[in-house]
């Protein structure tokens, strides 16, 4: 890696370290609302992204798009706070462009898992749509992609540095879901007002303490594969 790209990726770093802290300790201690805080860090992976594809003329165009799309859907849950249908099928999309990314390498399981996942979103929106859960399922949905995703990097990818850099990332995507899940588990089932109240505390802050290191590694692995395919 250049001196130049070194610089680039040490500023990113510090970049984001910055925001994790500050978002953090205002989340921890009610020291205020950290959504635009948490916004610009998600900006800053795809900006980070976009600067290496253009100087390595080189495009990784699947994991850019996940970027791109995890972005729109921050937008609608994040930001917005609203359009939650949107922004969940944005989040569908993103798995979906991971999936497609990793194409060469689960070559013996793709099209299976490609006809599973096309089935698991159409099922999982139509049924929403009959019984107006369309956000529960579409969760559902999003879920399973990226569980499958992640068993595909387990159990079918030979996992050189970028690979478990790229498992890690989405692993720390899945823990940020869950506490997503229990933060809303109250909405959805007849929990105590304790029991209730403590759930959303916890994950309240849990959700962003595991989502944005996911986004940095994920956004590495994405560099990395630009090196590896960078022009000579």
Same mark, same amino acid.
């Given at each position: 890696?250049?001196?130049?790209? /070194?610089?680039?990726l040490?500023?990113?770093? *510090?970049? %984001? !370290? @910055? +925001?994790?802290i =500050?978002?953090?300790t205002?989340? #921890?201690?009610?020291?205020?609302?950290?959504?635009?805080?948490?916004?610009?860090?998600?900006?800053?992976?795809?900006?980070?992204?976009?600067?290496?594809?253009?100087?390595?003329?080189k495009?990784?165009?699947?994991?850019?798009?996940?970027?791109?799309?995890?972005?729109f859907?921050?937008?609608?849950?994040?930001?917005?706070?609203?359009?939650y249908?949107i922004?969940?099928?944005c989040?569908?999309?993103?798995?979906?462009?991971?999936?497609?990314?990793? /194409?060469?390498?689960?070559?013996?399981?793709? *099209?299976? %898992? !490609? @006809? +599973?996942?096309? =089935?698991?979103?159409?099922?999982? #929106?139509?049924?929403g749509?009959?019984?107006s859960?369309t956000?529960?399922?579409?969760?559902?949905?999003?879920?399973?992609?990226?569980?499958?995703?992640?068993?595909?990097?387990?159990?079918?990818?030979?996992?050189?540095?970028?690979?478990?850099?790229?498992?890690?990332?989405?692993?720390?995507?899945?823990?940020?879901?869950?506490?997503?899940?229990?933060?809303?588990?109250g909405?959805?089932?007849?929990?105590s007002?304790?029991?209730t109240?403590?759930?959303?505390?916890?994950?309240?802050?849990?959700?962003?303490?595991?989502?944005?290191?996911?986004?940095?590694l994920?956004?590495l692995?994405?560099v990395?594969?630009?090196?590896?395919?960078?022009?000579?």
């Amino acid at each position: 890696m250049k001196k130049e790209e /070194k610089i680039i990726l040490a500023i990113y770093l *510090l970049a %984001q !370290l @910055i +925001i994790y802290i =500050s978002f953090l300790t205002m989340d #921890f201690f009610n020291l205020g609302n950290s959504t635009y805080l948490k916004y610009s860090s998600i900006i800053i992976n795809l900006v980070l992204a976009l600067i290496l594809t253009i100087k390595h003329k080189k495009i990784n165009l699947f994991f850019l798009l996940g970027l791109l799309f995890t972005l729109f859907a921050d937008t609608f849950l994040l930001v917005l706070d609203s359009y939650y249908t949107i922004g969940l099928i944005c989040f569908n999309a993103v798995q979906f462009f991971y999936f497609l990314g990793l /194409k060469d390498n689960i070559k013996k399981t793709f *099209l299976p %898992q !490609l @006809i +599973i996942r096309v =089935s698991l979103f159409t099922l999982c #929106f139509i049924i929403g749509l009959i019984i107006s859960q369309t956000e529960v399922f579409l969760s559902i949905s999003y879920i399973c992609s990226m569980i499958l995703t992640i068993l595909s990097l387990i159990f079918d990818v030979d996992l050189n540095k970028g690979k478990k850099i790229l498992l890690w990332g989405l692993i720390l995507f899945l823990l940020c879901d869950i506490n997503v899940g229990l933060f809303n588990l109250g909405y959805y089932f007849n929990l105590s007002y304790e029991i209730t109240s403590f759930l959303e505390n916890i994950s309240t802050n849990l959700m962003w303490f595991f989502y944005l290191p996911s986004q940095v590694l994920i956004t590495l692995y994405l560099v990395f594969s630009l090196k590896k395919k960078s022009v000579k």
